[in-house]
């Protein structure tokens, strides 16, 4: 059985990449999986959340069933960038053993460009995982830096996701896991990871 850090970052990645998946309208998303980038009326002034996790952004989009979230994205960043986002980000909330006080906190989190919080990694039926699974909020710098220099490529998987979600229903789920991306371990070390709560262990 794989061992799994209780905050560790797993990914589809590469030599140079690394993918991180989005759920957005129609109206966003296909001309953006079209054209490879994001369009103009993505707005790149307002937060925006990458997952590197496929099943957690399932579950946070119902399979692409919900509202404004129809069309699944799977975005292709450079590793360049994605560490970039990672060594200056912050949690999203306090935590007594990484910051000081909730000021330093404060502080650090009105300075960062991107913050992190750390959900329960999802199965194939959505129930939640005894690990956690990197959620990457993108801010200012950050979201106009992963919209206009990072984005490698930009690929529509929503039929892969009704596909997985469709064996999942019919009881397959041995099938609907070989679908699945295959993500592993991101390499990155326990110093990356401690001022975001990350653990090895």
């Known amino acids: 059985m794989t061992h799994h850090p209780q905050r560790g970052i797993r990914a589809l990645h590469t030599d140079t990449t690394v993918t991180v998946y989005q759920a957005y309208a129609p109206a966003i998303g296909v001309p953006a999986a079209r054209d490879g980038r994001f369009p103009p009326a993505w707005k790149r002034d307002r937060m925006t959340w990458i997952k590197p996790s496929f099943l957690w952004m399932m579950y946070r989009c119902g399979w692409g069933r919900k509202q404004d979230q129809e069309t699944v994205l799977a975005v292709e960043i450079t ?88 064996l999942v229903r019919a009881g397959d789920t041995a099938t609907a896991e070989r679908l699945l991306p295959k993500e592993r371990a991101y390499p990155t070390t326990p110093r990356a990871l401690a001022h975001l709560g990350g653990a090895t262990a």
């Open 79 to 166: 590793r360049e960038g994605f560490d970039w986002a990672l060594r200056n980000a912050c949690l999203s909330h306090y935590a007594p053993g990484v910051h000081a006080d909730q000021a330093a906190w404060k502080s650090a989190l009105r300075r960062a460009p991107a913050r992190v919080q750390w959900d329960p990694e999802r199965d194939v039926h959505l129930n939640p995982l005894p690990y956690r699974s990197l959620q990457l909020g993108l801010a200012g710098e950050a979201a106009g830096r992963y919209a206009d220099e990072w984005t490698v490529s930009v690929t529509d998987v929503t039929p892969l996701a009704h596909e997985i979600h469709a």
